[in-house]
C-alpha cells in the first residue's frame, strides 16, 4: 500500500501547510505574514522535492509574494468577458497587485482530469504483452490466407 503513491509524507506536509495557511487567515484576517509563510514553505518544499501540486491548489496562491488568495481578504475578484461567449475571472493580490485571469468555461476539463492524464496501474507484466501479438498475428495470417485462396480460385 506505501509503494503505491510516491512521496506520500511529502504529499501529507504540503496538505498540512496549505490548511494551515487557510486556518490562520480564517481566525485572524490580519494574520496574512504567517499565511505567506506557510504557503512559501509549501511552495519550496514542492519545488525541492519536484512534486506535482493540484491546479487548484495553484489557482489559490500567489505568484509572486506566495500568500494565500482568498476573495475578500487577500485577494479582489472580477468577473470579465473578453468576447460574447468567453467569460474570465480575475483575482488581484492585494498585497503585491498581481492579477490571474482564469477561464469561466463551463465545458473546459483541465488536463489532470482527463483519463489520459492518469496514470496506468502496472499489469500483469511484459509476458501478457508479449502474448497479444502472437495471438493476432496467427489469426491475421489464417484469415488473409483464405482470402488470398479465393481470389485466385475466382480468377
Known amino acids: 500500500m506505501a509503494g503505491q503513491m510516491k512521496d506520500k509524507d511529502a504529499y501529507q506536509r504540503l496538505n498540512y501547510l496549505y490548511q494551515a495557511a487557510h486556518c490562520v487567515l480564517s481566525q485572524n484576517p490580519e494574520n496574512?505574514?504567517?499565511?505567506?509563510?506557510?504557503?512559501?514553505?509549501?511552495?519550496?518544499?514542492?519545488?525541492?522535492?519536484v512534486l506535482r501540486q493540484d491546479p487548484s491548489v495553484k489557482r489559490t496562491l500567489c505568484k509572486k509574494c506566495c500568500s494565500l488568495l482568498v476573495p475578500g481578504v487577500t485577494a479582489s475578484t472580477r468577473q470579465r468577458r473578453k468576447?460574447?461567449?468567453?467569460?474570465?475571472?480575475?483575482?488581484?493580490?492585494?498585497?503585491?497587485?498581481?492579477?490571474?485571469?482564469?477561464?469561466?468555461?463551463?465545458?473546459?476539463?483541465?488536463?489532470?482530469d482527463r483519463p489520459e492524464a492518469q496514470q496506468k496501474q502496472p499489469g500483469p507484466g511484459p509476458s501478457a504483452k508479449k502474448q497479444q501479438p502472437k495471438d493476432k498475428k496467427p489469426a491475421e495470417s489464417a484469415s488473409s490466407k483464405p482470402r488470398a485462396a479465393q481470389s485466385r480460385g475466382s480468377t
Open 32 to 49: 496574512v505574514e504567517l499565511a505567506r509563510f506557510y504557503c512559501f514553505t509549501q511552495k519550496t518544499i514542492a519545488r525541492r522535492l
Open 83 to 112: 468576447s460574447r461567449k468567453a467569460r474570465f475571472t480575475v483575482v488581484r493580490c492585494l498585497s503585491c497587485e498581481q492579477s490571474k485571469t482564469l477561464l469561466n468555461d463551463p465545458d473546459h476539463c483541465l488536463w489532470v
